[in-house]
């Protein structure tokens, strides 16, 4: 059985559900725009304001929701018993309602919130949105991903050479030593670096303790934009496996379909 087997919601009805969507992750985004770059420069990590930019954000995404739609629910709001039994709801939402905090934290504009829209835990639509420089990406499953309403394509072209670009986690240096002729580069973001990646501004981009909030989005926009996301020993990744919330402790490739193998030959483990 494939999803198209199951999706049972229309063109049309698909095409409203990913209008509002994208209103709502605007309206969250302006929000978390009031609070952007303000947290407090003596600590690393300012916990309150992260917590408080969430928290914020959450309450315009679950009011919206709530008020409009009947049978949906959040992965967050589920426990696994909910999740895996027979009253699981047939529409699930995965949001990430800051994908980057240390970013969002210092000023640096690569942070967003992202969105994934699964029926029966297949998935369905794709959503983020970067509301400093406005890039608004978004999906459908298997079939076309935008930017702003324009299609976009990963690279097509699979020359490695200096002008190559591949992002990457934080603290990857401590896990791997190098040969890449190009350049190596971490942005804060996994949902953010997978978006580049489908839109052809970024080669590949490697991951490590990631979780499903991390991964939902970004690999469903990623996918329809023709790449695909692989465990670094060649396995193919499915986003199914981690619906219960557990961490991919083992490194993920995403990059165009059929090319992850030529960026793992550059990297290898300390």
């Known amino acids: 059985m494939n999803s198209n087997e199951i999706q049972s919601l229309?063109?049309?009805?698909?095409?409203?559900?990913?209008?509002?969507?994208?209103?709502t992750l605007r309206k969250s985004g302006a929000v978390l725009l009031e609070?952007?770059?303000?947290?407090?420069?003596?600590l690393k990590f300012d916990d309150e304001l992260v917590t408080e930019a969430e928290n914020r954000a959450?309450?315009?995404?679950?009011t919206k929701f709530d008020g409009s739609f009947e049978g949906h629910g959040f992965l967050r709001d589920l426990t696994d018993d909910q999740l895996l039994g027979p009253g699981a709801p047939?529409?699930?939402?995965?949001?990430?309602?800051?994908d980057g905090a240390a970013s969002f934290q210092s000023g640096m504009p690569v942070w967003g919130i992202s969105a994934a829209f699964f029926e029966k835990f297949w998935p369905v639509l794709g959503f983020l949105y970067l509301p400093v420089t406005g890039e608004l990406y978004s999906a459908y499953a298997g079939k076309e991903a935008f930017l702003n309403d324009?299609?976009?394509k990963v690279r097509q072209d699979s020359t490695i050479d200096n002008e190559s670009l591949v992002l990457v986690y934080s603290r990857f240096?401590?896990?791997?030593?190098?040969?890449?002729?190009g350049k190596i580069r971490n942005l804060g973001s996994s949902?953010?670096?997978l978006a580049y990646v489908a839109r052809g501004a970024a080669d590949a981009c490697i991951m490590k303790n990631v979780t499903v909030r991390d991964l939902a989005a970004g690999s469903i926009i990623l996918q329809a934009a023709g790449g695909?996301?692989?465990?670094?020993?060649?396995?193919?990744?499915h986003i199914g496996e981690i619906l219960d919330g557990h961490r991919i402790e083992d490194p993920l490739i995403a990059a165009p379909k059929g090319s992850c193998n030529y960026f793992v030959q550059y990297f290898q483990k300390t």
Do not use: C, M
């Not at 229309?10 to 209103?23: A, I, Q, S, Y």
């Not at 609070?35 to 003596?42: E, I, P, Q």
């Not at 959450?58 to 679950?62: K, S």
């Not at 047939?90 to 800051?98: E, S």
């Open 90 to 98: 047939r529409f699930i939402w995965i949001v990430d309602t800051l």
């Open 228 to 237: 695909e996301i692989r465990y670094l020993d060649g396995r193919p990744f």
């Open 150 to 152: 324009t299609p976009i």
């Open 10 to 23: 229309t063109d049309r009805e698909l095409w409203t559900l990913k209008e509002f969507v994208e209103n």
């Open 173 to 181: 240096h401590r896990d791997f030593t190098s040969n890449f002729p």
């Open 191 to 193: 949902a953010g670096h």
């Open 58 to 62: 959450w309450d315009i995404i679950q």
């Open 35 to 42: 609070l952007y770059g303000r947290g407090n420069r003596k």
